[in-house]
T-cell receptor, first 112, second 115 residues
Framework: AQSVTQPDIHITVSEGASLELRCNYS??????LFWYVQSPGQGLQLLLK??????LVQGIKGFEAEFKRSQSSFNLRKPSVHWSDAAEYFC??????????FGAGTRLAVHP | NAGVTQTPKFRVLKTGQSMTLLCAQD?????MYWYRQDPGMGLRLIHY???????AKGEVPDGYNVSRLKKQNFLLGLESAAPSQTSVYFC??????????????FGPGTRLLVL
């Protein structure tokens, strides 16, 4: 079965601290993986995507993610968090025919 | 270039009423999608379309109908609204080009409350 698991529902970090959001997927073939961010009351914005090739992908706003096939993971990282990064983050798997399978999301709070 | 737009932004319905949500995109994308977002569940696909005149069911299609009469528009209909359809609805579109086929662009959402 195709699925995405984000183990952490809420995460709180201090401004300037590093961040890692976890994501695990289940898919029978090479996955297409994405991270989207949703600010309060807003739509979704694409942070980065992995299709193939280099397993470390760079995105916007200083985010990066690493694809690890052996662990079925696609964790999102940022070395220094800013208060404006407070939002909900979704790990997403493309299940073929462009149909997206979303994780439940991780809500990030940033303390000053 | 407005991207993906949705109308209306917010609506309150009574149980049993009908309504149509409109999604429009100006990027000449082939594929369009309707999702609903509920707390703690991420987004779930309701229906999608791979081209003008075609539609297909997603993960949670019951209670909804869709139409894609024009390439740039994708309509989501609720024939008889139920409180369980209270949600935030997102429309998205994606191109059909190699290398970018699977990236979807989202609208701002429609918040629907069914009383």
């Amino acid at each position: 079965a195709q699925s995405v698991t984000q183990p952490d529902i809420h995460i709180t970090v201090s401004e300037g601290a590093s961040l890692e959001l976890r994501c695990n997927y289940s898919y029978g073939a090479t996955p297409y993986l994405f991270w989207y961010v949703q600010s309060p009351g807003q739509g979704l914005q694409l942070l980065l995507k992995y299709f193939s090739g280099d397993t470390l992908v760079q995105g916007i706003k200083g985010f990066e993610a690493e694809f690890k096939r052996s662990q079925s993971s696609f964790n999102l990282r940022k070395p220094s968090v800013h208060w404006s990064d407070a939002a909900e983050y979704f790990c997403v798997l493309s299940g073929g025919y462009n149909k997206l399978i979303f994780g439940a999301g991780t809500r990030l709070a940033v303390h000053p | 270039n407005a991207g993906v737009t949705q109308t209306p932004k917010f609506r309150v319905l009574k149980t049993g009423q009908s309504m149509t949500l409109l999604c429009a995109q100006d990027m000449n994308h082939e594929y369009m999608y309707w999702y609903r977002q509920d707390p703690g569940m991420g987004l779930r696909l309701i229906h999608y379309s791979v081209g003008e005149g075609t539609t297909a069911k997603g993960e949670v299609p019951d209670g909804y109908n869709v139409s894609r009469l024009k390439k740039q528009n994708f309509l989501l209909g609720l024939e008889s609204a139920a409180p369980s359809q209270t949600s935030v609805y997102f429309c998205a579109s994606s191109p059909w080009t190699s290398g970018d086929q699977e990236t979807q662009y989202f609208g701002p959402g429609t918040r629907l409350l069914v009383l």
